[in-house]
């Protein structure tokens, strides 16, 4: 299976070129056939410049975008770019905080035909979290009790992810902020999906996007989906009463 992976950046000169390396590394030993698209916003500190140095050496290109639009909207802007022949679409943070060793596994699930969405998950068997204190831990659990209702998926919060791409046609991906698992996950038409655990170390190098901004944001984005899902409902339920409704038809 062909796959391209996205990786937006802003700011994360201090370890771009040990994750494109590393997940290269990865692609090589499993014989993956996969490639890699940056999304840099313009960072000052010449992330851009770095990865356009590694393109002829790795499997990465990078996308140059005028400003900081957002981590979502990169990974959008990023599979749109993607290699035409790549089967399926993917995600992952800049800081090493995901690990690159269960992408095999991702895309085993994939090729596998019985999942159309692989997601790596710090909260299923197997997976956890580092370096993490106590209040961080339960804002990411209450985070995902939140969304629940929405999907059966453990670790909905999770940006690290894998998805057909064919589930993704037709579907408007609109999120606020930096939550684009939970916009796949809530809206693409992916079956059914394969958590895979893996254990989250929190970044090393670089400076944490979390803040109370992308918490609210968050919210925002909850709100919207369910009101979209509620909407889809009454549709479906006066669509199905007017047809209840009308006049059958005469044979002729």
């Known amino acids: 299976m062909k796959f391209s992976i996205v990786i937006p950046t802003y700011n994360e000169a201090g370890g771009i070129e040990k994750l494109v390396t590393t997940l290269a590394d990865v692609f090589t030993a499993h014989g993956l056939d996969g490639e890699l698209i940056v999304v840099d916003d313009n960072s000052p500190d010449g992330t851009g410049a770095i990865v356009d140095r590694l393109a002829g050496r790795f499997p990465v290109r990078c996308l140059h975008r005028p400003g900081k639009l957002g981590l979502s909207s990169g990974v959008i802007d990023g599979w749109r770019w993607a290699r035409?022949?790549?089967?399926?679409?993917?995600?992952?943070?800049?800081?090493?905080?995901?690990?690159?060793?269960?992408?095999?596994?991702?895309?085993?699930?994939?090729?596998?035909?019985?999942?159309g969405l692989a997601v790596g998950s710090r909260y299923v068997k197997g997976g956890g979290i580092t370096n993490w204190p106590l209040k961080r831990k339960v804002t990411s659990i209450i985070a995902c009790m939140l969304a629940w209702p929405l999907t059966p998926i453990r670790d909905i919060t999770s940006g690290f992810?894998?998805?057909?791409?064919d589930a993704l046609a037709?579907?408007?991906?609109?999120?606020?902020?930096?939550?684009?698992?939970?916009?796949?996950?809530?809206?693409?038409?992916?079956?059914?999906?394969?958590?895979?655990?893996?254990?989250?170390?929190?970044?090393?190098?670089?400076?944490?996007?979390l803040n109370g901004k992308e918490i609210t944001n968050y919210l925002r984005q909850?709100?919207?989906?369910?009101?979209?899902?509620?909407?889809?409902?009454?549709?479906?339920?006066?669509?199905?009463?007017?047809?209840?409704?009308a006049p059958a038809e005469k044979t002729v």
């Open 170 to 209: 037709g579907v408007a991906l609109d999120p606020i902020g930096f939550k684009i698992g939970l916009e796949v996950a809530a809206k693409a038409h992916y079956g059914k999906a394969l958590e895979v655990p893996y254990v989250f170390a929190d970044r090393v190098v670089g400076e944490s996007k």
């Open 161 to 165: 992810l894998l998805v057909r791409r």
């Open 222 to 245: 909850l709100r919207r989906i369910y009101a979209g899902r509620i909407l889809g409902r009454r549709s479906a339920h006066s669509a199905a009463a007017s047809l209840a409704g």
């Open 84 to 115: 035409a022949e790549s089967q399926a679409l993917g995600a992952i943070d800049a800081d090493f905080s995901h690990d690159p060793q269960i992408i095999p596994r991702m895309v085993q699930a994939l090729e596998s035909g019985r999942y």
